[in-house]
């Protein structure tokens, strides 16, 4: 945040009055810019005609529930981040809230430091990834025949086919390219595309790394690319294994 | 709870094997039946047989007829008596029709038996999702207040706010400790209500009259939200309830349409009423913010809470349930209907019409004076 940037805009969706107030109160006094909305519909009305750097969404909203609208969002190709917040926190509920495009996920009720924290961490994970992708030269990632274009999410492969990247798979990407030859531990890239503790476990990583292998490798089971380090993580290599 | 279900579970067992117990002892007894019959028509045969063959040797009949009393003689031919053919037969038929009685009756009672354990145990697997169900929506109900009132109390803590920005923040706090306390009233009051456990009595009450001190408690609130009350009620009608059901009714229903009327940012609340030969009938129309007609039934279920406006509801999703609630036993019913969102709302409340009897009738105004 450098002085000379306007405050990044929030988005607040909660139906209880109280805690939108709450919340708002407390983004404004952190020097955010806060727009209300009391149900999912006026928040995606809103966002159809508005760009802001994060959602805080209400998982049980009157109408239609914030995983509805979170979902709405991603299928209209909105990319904006969200942080969801929810009465229920088992781990089912979390996964149902990052599967429907959720960035992170808080349970209430919730300790005020750790929502601003959260607010934070997940802004700067945005801040890196748009400033990394902010060059022409960085926009855009060739290897292999492959060619990621980082803005907009999207890809072609090898063979010609066109790829729709989820914001998940394009940061890992970022993380390992900026990296490339180096080896990234698994916890890294937790850090740098999830937060903390947002999933239970590192397999997480895997599956996005056998995703991205069946998206960009000839031969996925042999990958030339997107190399395990065993016991440690991975190395991205941009050149091809020789 | 444990410990009824393992009891319940062998009892279910022990009458299953029973009823396998009483089907084998029922094939048992005929096959024995069967076989005794054919071994006694056997040995009957043999008899027959027998006194022909001393016939036929020449032996006097009479001679015969003492030898084998079973057997009759007539013209040179032996055969048996009728009677002991007869009794046999009727043996046969008495023992069939004895098992089939007997077996039907035990049958019947272990099929009863089965099918009050087995709707028992139904029972209570239902009871135990309900349980578990209300559980998970009234804890669901708390942690919005209570993540309000967190999030007030470690603004307070951060911050450090001075008395003026304060106050809102306590205000708010308030509230939320309010709301708490409503829901677990609401909630005690819901699970009685429920069980049946209520001590309801039933005395002839004038609508007039409760509809009044519900409103003087209300009037106030009401003002402040820029909403009129006016009602229009004959002071002639009379509802058999439970005086303090009653006003909760009145209440729940007036409080429900205020919030409607505060969420579209102001209006009006009337009440009427009017009696048929059959039912009274209390109509609470506002100009509220309404809900979708297919709603409508939805609104009398515990926990429901319709979509508010922008100045939100803090609403238990209970008051509602408990005076649908409270009407079945007063014997009356609730119904809701509203032309959409945005179009107002109106609840109906209807009661049996009080058999007329002179001396149940308060007197009008005598009745207004006694009131203390």
């Known amino acids: ?52 750097a994060l959602v805080v969404l209400d998982v049980m909203l009157p109408g239609a529930d914030g995983l509805a609208v979170c979902r709405t969002l991603r299928a209209r190709g909105n990319t904006t981040p969200v942080l969801f917040l929810t009465a229920r926190g088992d781990p089912a509920d979390r996964v149902r809230g990052l599967e429907a495009g959720g960035d992170d996920y808080l349970a209430k009720p919730f300790h005020l430091q750790e929502f601003l924290l959260r607010v934070r961490a997940i802004l700067r994970r945005w801040d890196w990834y748009r400033s990394a992708s902010a060059t022409s030269a960085t926009a855009v990632l060739r290897f292999g025949g492959n060619e990621v274009d980082f803005r907009a999410f999207r890809a072609r492969a090898w063979n010609g086919e066109a790829q729709e990247l989820t914001e998940k798979e394009a940061m890992i990407l970022k993380v390992l390219a900026e990296h490339a030859g180096e080896i990234v531990s698994r916890e890294d890239l937790l850090e740098r595309v999830w937060g903390y503790d947002v999933f239970p476990s590192t397999r997480t990583v895997d599956n996005f790394i056998l995703r991205l292998r069946k998206r960009f490798e000839k031969d996925p089971a042999n990958p030339r690319h997107f190399l395990t380090v065993w016991g440690v993580g991975y190395r991205f290599l941009g050149e091809g294994e020789p | 709870m444990k410990a009824t279900r393992v009891f319940q579970l062998t009892a279910l067992a022990l009458v299953v094997v029973s009823a396998v117990q009483v089907g084998w002892w029922l094939f ?21 047989a027998a006194a022909q063959a001393l016939l036929d040797s020449g032996a006097a009949p009479a001679r015969v007829q003492q030898l084998l009393p079973g057997i009759v003689v007539s013209g040179g031919h032996a055969s048996l008596a009728p009677q002991l053919a007869e009794a046999l037969t009727t043996e046969e038929h008495r023992r069939y029709r004895q098992y089939a009685w007997e077996g039907s009756f035990f049958m019947l009672a272990l099929a009863a038996c089965i099918a009050v354990i087995a709707r028992a145990l139904r029972e209570e697997a239902h009871v135990r999702e309900q349980q578990d169900s209300f559980l998970a929506l009234v804890s669901h109900q708390f942690k919005t207040p209570l993540a309000s ?45 429920e069980r049946g456990r209520v001590d309801l009595k039933s005395e002839p009450l004038q609508l007039a009259a409760a509809v009044a001190r519900v409103t003087a408690q209300l009037e106030e609130r009401a003002r402040r939200e820029r909403i009129t009350l006016s009602s229009d009620i004959a002071p ?24 409607a009327v505060k969420s579209a940012g102001g209006g009006r609340i009337t009440l009427s009423a009017r009696a048929s030969e059959r039912e009274v009938e209390l109509l609470v129309s506002d100009s509220g913010v309404g809900f979708a007609p297919a709603e409508s039934a939805r609104l009398f ?52 019409a009080v058999a007329v009897s002179a001396a149940a009738m308060p007197q009008p105004a005598a009745g207004e004076e006694s009131r203390p």
């Not at chain 2, 306590?170 to 009685?192: G, P, W, Y």
Request: hydrophobic share 45%; glycine share 8%.
């Open chain 2, 28 to 48: 048992d007894q005929h096959a024995y039946t069967v076989e005794k019959v054919s071994a006694a028509r056997a040995a009957y045969a043999e008899q027959v």
């Open chain 2, 236 to 259: 002639t009608l009379t509802v058999v309830s439970d005086p303090l059901a009653l006003d909760v009714v009145v209440r729940n229903v007036l409080e429900n349409a205020l919030a």
């Open chain 2, 301 to 352: 279920q515990k926990f429901s809470r319709l979509r508010g406006g922008a100045s939100g509801y803090y609403g238990t999703g209970l008051g509602l349930y408990i005076v649908r609630r409270l009407m079945e036993l007063a014997g009356g019913r609730v119904s809701a209907q509203s032309d959409g969102l945005g179009k107002g709302a109106s609840v109906r409340l209807t009661w049996p």
């Open chain 1, 1 to 52: 945040m450098s002085a000379t940037l306007p405050p990044p805009h929030v988005l607040v969706v909660e139906d209880d009055p109280h805690l939108a107030a709450g919340v708002m109160e407390n983004l404004r006094a952190e020097g955010y810019e806060v727009t209300a909305a009391p149900d999912g519909e006026q928040a995606l009305d809103w966002l159809a005609g508005h760009g802001c």
């Open chain 2, 149 to 193: 009132l967190q999030l007030s109390l470690e603004t307070l803590a951060l911050r450090a706010p001075g008395p003026e920005a304060a106050r809102p923040l306590i205000d708010r706090m308030l509230a939320d400790v309010a709301r708490m306390e409503q829901m677990v009233t609401q909630i005690l009051e819901s699970a009685r209500l």
